[in-house]
Nanobody, 124 residues
Framework: QVHLEESGGGLVQPGGSLRLSCAASGNIVSVGTMGWYRQAPGKERELVATIDITEESANYADFAKGRFTISRDKAKNTMYLQMNSLKPEDTAVYHC?????????????????WGQGTQVTVSS
């Protein structure tokens, strides 16, 4: 089985920073595109940013551009989201997603994997 676990959420004042982490664990051979999504109370889940394993290219939602930075450590199967200049409207549960993971024994792809999420609250 494959598991994604987020960490790093918490309470921060407006203008502050947080760094989220997402670690993939299991009998992993390779990890595909990784992404961060968020869901605020009463709202639909929305894309924050994604990062592609092949191109190492990143894509951001408009609200994240200039404030958030996505990165990954392929050796550790871990993804990060550095969030700066946080605003109250950034308050949400932040979820990690991987489009597909190649696992071993037996070798097969696991698709559309989600973590449980980590709460980010921006408030004074």
């Amino acid at each position: 089985q494959v598991h994604l676990e987020e960490s790093g959420g918490g309470l921060v004042q407006p203008g502050g920073s947080l760094r989220l982490s997402c670690a993939a664990s299991g009998n992993i051979v390779s990890v595909g595109t990784m992404g961060w999504y968020r869901q605020a109370p009463g709202k639909e889940r929305e894309l924050v940013a994604t990062i592609d394993i092949t191109e190492e290219s990143a894509n951001y939602a408009d609200f994240a551009k200039g404030r958030f930075t996505i990165s990954r450590d392929k050796a550790k199967n871990t993804m990060y989201l550095q969030m700066n200049s946080l605003k109250p409207e950034d308050t949400a549960v932040y979820h990690c997603n991987v489009d597909r993971i190649l696992v071993d024994n037996p070798r097969t792809y696991k698709n559309d994997i989600w973590g449980q999420g980590t709460q980010v609250t921006v408030s004074s």
